[in-house]
């Protein structure tokens, strides 16, 4: 498979393509990040308050544009929650008490990181045990070819037979 | 007889994993998405006071004990309000309680929509700046609460009213509160 590509192209049109593709997807990360930009500005006292402010907001879902977090959108109830955010790090409230504050208001679905619990356990372990079925299934797939080439293994009549076949050559 | 028996389950294998991840998918086409289950539901109405809308005073959650009541979410800029305004119209003159709550809306606006298409609330409280929306966990109007006599919520319904299935899920829990 890979001798058909090399041969049907040319090593210098896979490199100018690749740097095409680098262009392109850097050209993408700049374009997002200027669609982030901040709607208005917050006054914070501390750096350490200001990050905590932009790391909670970036985590948290937006309920009115459910793709995109507190921090993106332009959404009135976003908008809000921003406001409200940051009126409880003014009050000097941790992380974890404005992440709580907004589950127990609109549920863990505000979290772009669900949290660790017997309903979501599916959830963080299903790709590890669809994983090892995968991996089952090769394996066994593997052994059972295996397998069939015993089953064809050559009977001792054959053996004969292929034999005497040399020793007429011979 | 085992052997076919095997070799059939291998060449059905990847129809029959095929089939059950399109059931998967159509049964994932078929949930609306907006729908986000409250987690208040079982618990305490979150308490507040807001000033009325149309009179003099203010409105306290305390006031929402001892009545099976429903808190209704509405604003003058909400087109689907206006869609399910006919139903609360009907549920308020059923002797349902419905108490408004005024959600960033601008006063007169307000004012102007309920002298135009009637007015079926016990009493508005105003949340101009959506605050107590906030604590209630409000993410669009509408939005209905039912709100039992201890003042619990049991049940919200996110979108109009006017919507069948949205009504009878409403109205099924209502009828057991009153009994």
Redesign the interface.
Known sequence: MLNIISKRYDTRNLKSGALLLLVLLTGMTLVSSVTAAPIETFKFESVDTEKTFHKLSEELRC??C?NQNIAESNA??AK??RL?IYNMLIDGKTEDEIVDFM???????VLYRPPFKPLTWLLWFGPVIIFILGMIFVVRHMRSQDTDGEDEALSDEEIERIKNLHAEQE | MKNKQQTFLKRFMPLIVFVVLVALLAVGLTLNPRLVPSPLIGKPAPAFELPLLLREGSFSSKELLGHVTLVSVWASWCFACRQEHETVKYLSQKGVRIIGLNYKDDADDAKNWLAKLGNPYQAIAADRDGRVAIDWGVYGAPETFLVDKEGIIRHKVIGPLSDEKNYQALMSVYESLEK
């Not at chain 1, 589950?103 to 679905?109: E, H, K, L, N």
């Open positions: 309920l009115v459910q009135d109830l809000d929650l409200e589950v127990q208001r609109y549920g863990d679905y």
